[in-house]
């Protein structure tokens, strides 16, 4: 029987995004010096924030910082992969922190592998998103729904992966997102067409399952399909919280 790594899976509620790069930093620099510890998975919804990859600048911001100081966002550099992008809100963000080397994933696998655990999390709703050549992350009719930022330490991964449910898209229009020129972004409750629907009705959606159909806009409920998705994905399995 092939045996199932393990992990730890901490939500950290709605929290500063400054704040949540400490939590990861300082759970990287742990599991360096104790590589036998279990590997964690940090779920997080983020206030309004701009962050920038860390070979980037802040030329794809297209608004001034007085115009974002005035709407209470900040802007900050990290160290991950990638270019600007922005988290807020009704997004759900998933930060692994997983010893790559220990279990011999390559990057590149893991990559393919979170943006297929997006890729089935939207297929839950009966959406199809695929990869697009033009970036990483998950696309749905040539329109970006899911981003992916890796950073890597001594063979243990950070930053990850963010995909828009239910918020406010308007934040992405102040940027090149992705350092990318004329792309559209959406979120599930955009592509589940919510005019179509009322407090008291379904989503057009005939799923097999009609218990998923109300509950798009539900970031708990897309974190534990993220949970479900990678477990299967990478062999993963969680400890009990």
């Not at 802040?58 to 922005?86: C, E, H, M, P, W």
């Not at 998103?129 to 330490?153: D, E, Q, T």
Request: charged share 20%; hydrophobic share 40%; proline share 5%.
């Amino acid at each position: 029987m092939t045996r199932h790594h393990r992990f730890i899976y901490e939500d950290l509620g709605r929290l500063e995004y400054k704040q949540a790069l400490d939590i990861q930093l300082n759970a990287v620099t742990a599991k360096i010096k104790k590589p036998d510890q279990p590997d964690l998975i940090f779920m997080v919804e983020h206030p309004p924030v701009f962050t920038i990859g860390k070979n980037s600048t802040t030329n794809n911001l297209i608004v001034s910082k007085t115009f974002l100081a005035s709407k209470g966002i900040n802007v900050v550099q990290t160290k991950r992969g990638g270019d600007i992008t922005y988290h807020g809100p009704g997004q759900a963000v998933m930060y692994p922190i997983i010893d790559l080397d220990k279990h011999k994933i390559g990057i590149k696998d893991f990559v393919n592998g979170l943006e297929e655990m997006m890729i089935l999390t939207v297929q839950d709703f009966g959406i199809q998103a695929l990869r697009n050549s033009k970036n990483h992350g998950i696309w749905v009719n040539s329109k970006k729904i899911g981003s992916i930022g890796l950073g890597v330490k001594k063979g243990v991964c950070f930053h990850g992966v963010a995909l828009n449910i239910d918020m406010d898209l308007t934040p992405f229009s102040w940027i090149n997102p992705c350092g990318l020129t004329d792309i559209k972004i959406t979120s599930l409750q955009n592509e589940l067409n919510p005019p179509a629907m009322t407090k008291n009705n379904l989503s057009p959606h005939k799923s097999s399952d009609e218990s998923l159909a109300p509950k798009f806009t539900n970031v708990l409920w897309v974190q534990n399909q993220f949970i479900k998705h990678f477990c299967s994905i990478f062999n993963f399995s969680e400890i009990e919280r």
